[in-house]
Nanobody, 128 residues
Framework: QVQLVETGGGLVQAGDSLRLSCAAS????????MGWFRQVPGKEERDCVS?????????YYAESVKGRFTISRDNAKNTVYLQMNNLKIEDTAVYYC????????????????????WGQGTQVTVSS
């Protein structure tokens, strides 16, 4: 089992920055590929924002956040981060951290079904 706890969400203005953190426990963090998803209220689907490989050498970004968001991980701290810059109103959502045991190919990172473990989510609200 893996426990994931997200922190760092909040209410900010458009153009501001936030850094989300996701602390993992229960399994060797360095064996997990990690993803960040977001879900807009009223929408059933969670969309993948970004993902990072076990080593951190490979990353994925949704087109909507490329150039603004940066994913990183610190295996010594069992934590994955999502640095979000130049936030837009449309970035408002609940952000979820997810983990999978490092078996999935990169082409599957953007899919919800790839991930076995999920955090409880953290709200990010961007106002004008």
């Amino acid at each position: 089992q893996v426990q994931l706890v997200e922190t760092g969400g909040g209410l900010v203005q458009a153009g501001d920055s936030l850094r989300l953190s996701c602390a993992a426990s229960g399994r060797t963090f360095s064996s997990l590929a990690m993803g960040w998803f977001r879900q807009v209220p009223g929408k059933e689907e969670r969309d993948c924002v970004s993902a990072i490989s076990v080593s951190g050498s490979r990353t994925y970004y949704a087109e909507s956040v490329k150039g603004r968001f940066t994913i990183s991980r610190d295996n010594a701290k069992n934590t994955v981060y999502l640095q979000m810059n130049n936030l837009k109103i449309e970035d408002t959502a609940v952000y979820y951290c997810a983990a999978e045991p490092g078996y999935a190919s990169e082409s599957l990172w953007r899919l919800v079904r790839t991930y076995d473990y999920w955090g409880q989510g953290t709200q990010v609200t961007v106002s004008s």
